[in-house]
């Protein structure tokens, strides 16, 4: 087991997690739900699902001691006069919330499905937002069984009333609030510092270790320190003269190593992609060829941040960073995502590496203020010490969008991690 190191210091007890966490998740829900309810129009917002089958948005709207939905769940989020938001939970484990919910279920005395309608009616509503939604996800999780019992228990009246609030779970899961923003980049430090452990001698013995084998330390490193990995952590290697390399092949000196990783640490995801050089025997650097390439991933990472511009859709800065790199003689591939509670997050899809043209729908949706995004893309160029073979820089990086201004969260990378 490699010797503990700053980065694993730095993760919290997971009391301490909850604590932190739970602060953020009221501060939230005082600042960053009202806001987002006015702005798309809704009174109220209601959330229902059962265990096992938690809609996307639930489980960020409930303490950490809360796990799953618990039978079934209702959430019902109620603009009042002044602009605030009256927080409503129907459950039988309500008791278990906290303080920020008021329970409004009396068990004795009605069913739960009743219990809703008598508060739907109570607050009479002029625009209720159920989470259906053909474009995201993240807004599409009122199952059918769920849907059909809702339209019974509010009746004609107040369904005709209700729409799909898929902007509404967009925006609450996109914000990063202040605290968040500040915390964020310790998060990415974590997964660099993880990064370049498995990039390092303590991990890779040339000859022997597979790209496999790193994939599996990382993923193994990461459940040992407590994080919780969102995919399986892999890496892949080019060689000269080889186009195709076993990830199950032993590594040897004079190979390019690309890995992607990502966890979930205080309830904000990370997801990096770097590269390393295994050097030969007298070598001190990798060939300036090799360098010409990470150079080049780097420029397109300039030309990409140039292009976040608030307002302005994900298909346009996806078609804007994509004209400027040709121009400048780039052979560019952008497929940058947003970033938060999950690792492909709610927001704006800036390209798909298989879908250069733009992605109608996900691609429409607006860059706004205080999001946080994978700036993920790729640039391939033939080198001359591998006899013009093309190498491809795959990279990614955790940035944030805000004063109107891309920000790496905990910088990039601009040098290859060196094996010797």
């Known amino acids: ?119 739907v009616r109570e607050r009479d509503p002029k625009s209720i937002g159920i989470n259906i939604s053909e474009t995201f996800a993240f807004g599409d999780g009122l199952s059918h069984t769920e849907y059909r019992l809702l339209s019974e228990a509010l009746g004609e009246k107040y369904m005709s009333r209700a729409r799909g609030a898929e902007r509404l779970a967009v925006g609450w899961l996109e914000h990063r609030t202040e605290a968040e923003i500040a915390a964020y980049p310790g998060i990415v430090q974590i997964a660099h510092g993880i990064v370049a452990e498995a990039f390092s001698s303590r991990v890779v013995h040339p000859g022997i270790t597979t790209a496999n084998d790193i994939g599996w330390w990382m993923r193994q490193r990461m459940s040992d320190m407590g994080l919780r990995a969102w995919f399986h952590s892999n890496v892949d290697v080019q060689r000269k003269g080889e186009p195709h390399v076993s990830p199950d092949d032993p590594i040897v000196p004079g190979d390019l190593l690309h890995c992607d990783m990502g966890f979930i640490y205080l309830g904000l995801a990370t997801d990096v992609q770097q590269l390393a050089y295994v050097l030969k025997p007298g070598e001190t650097d990798a060939p300036p060829g090799l360098k010409a390439v990470l150079a080049a991933g780097n420029r397109l990472q300039d030309i990409h941040a140039g292009e976040f511009v608030e307002g302005r859709k994900g298909n346009e800065i996806l078609a804007a960073t994509l004209e400027k790199a040709v121009a400048e003689g780039l052979a560019p591939c952008v497929y940058s995502h947003p970033l938060g509670f999950h690792g492909h997050g709610a927001g704006p899809t800036i390209g798909l590496y298989d879908h250069q043209e733009g992605v109608p729908g996900r691609g429409d949706y607006e860059l706004r203020e205080n999001t946080c995004y994978a700036m993920e893309l790729n640039v391939k160029v033939p080198v001359p010490e591998w006899d013009g073979q093309v190498v491809t820089a795959a990279l990614e990086e955790d940035i944030v969008f805000t004063g109107g201004k891309v920000r790496f969260l905990d910088g990039r990378q601009k040098a290859f991690h060196l094996i010797r």
Do not use: H
Request: charged residues 30%.
């Open 1 to 119: 087991m490699p010797r503990s190191s700053d980065y694993e210091r730095k993760i919290l007890p997971l009391r301490e997690q909850a604590r932190v966490t739970d602060g953020w998740l009221r501060q939230r829900l005082e600042t960053v739900l009202p806001a987002v309810m006015a702005r798309e129009g809704f009174d109220m917002w209601i959330i229902i699902c059962r265990e096992y089958n938690e809609d996307p948005v639930l489980l960020t709207l409930l303490p950490a001691t809360s796990m799953s939905a618990r039978r079934r769940t209702m959430l019902v989020l109620s603009r009042n006069e002044s602009g605030a938001v009256d927080r409503f939970m129907l459950s039988r484990s309500g008791g278990r919330r906290g303080d920020l919910y008021e329970g409004v279920w009396n068990e004795d005395s009605e069913d739960q499905w009743q219990a809703l309608a008598r508060v």
